[in-house]
């Protein structure tokens, strides 16, 4: 299993979002500063966010990004959907009769792989934005 930088910088650019947001709008030049992502990719990324409505823009000399809802209504599986990530174990259908290897079954493991698919989905749908920043904060004391 494999998370691409996509969705683990959609979450880190959120997180530092989430934290500035309730003074200004946040710039993604900010954003990219502090966090180290490049500024092109962080413009990619938040074209997703905004289309999902995760963020909204705000425009002029003090613009930049807001979250368009609360930290603890943006759980980390609308993050991954919005970018387009998605977290899989196997690279099988889950209604496919065939296994990942082409075979007419599937592997002796595949239950095993699908289960843990199922625990991490379930993490990302319990953690929110606001137990990040939670933690964040308490790792900064």
């Known amino acids: ?3 691409t930088s996509k969705g683990r910088y ?3 650019a959120l997180v530092d979002l989430a934290r500035f947001d309730s003074i200004n709008p946040v710039s993604l030049r900010d954003i990219s500063l502090r ?3 490049s500024l092109d990719y962080l413009e990619q990324i938040f074209s997703k966010l905004k289309k999902d ?3 909204k823009s ?3 000399t003090q613009g930049g990004y807001v979250l368009s809802k609360k930290p603890n209504e943006i759980k980390l599986t609308n ?3 919005a970018v387009d990530e998605k977290v899989k174990t196997v690279q099988c259908k889950k209604d496919s009769k065939k296994g ?3 075979k007419a079954t599937k592997c002796v493991t595949h239950n095993l792989w699908d289960e843990l698919e199922n625990h991490i ?3 990302f749908e319990k953690k929110s934005l606001e137990d990040l920043l939670k933690s964040s904060t308490e790792n900064r004391i």
């Open 53 to 55: 409505q995760i963020v």
């Open 79 to 81: 993050i991954f959907h």
């Open 1 to 3: 299993m494999k998370l």
């Open 100 to 102: 990942c290897n082409g």
């Open 35 to 37: 966090q180290g992502i």
């Open 58 to 60: 705000i425009r002029g």
């Open 121 to 123: 989905n379930s993490f």
């Open 10 to 12: 959609a979450v880190m």
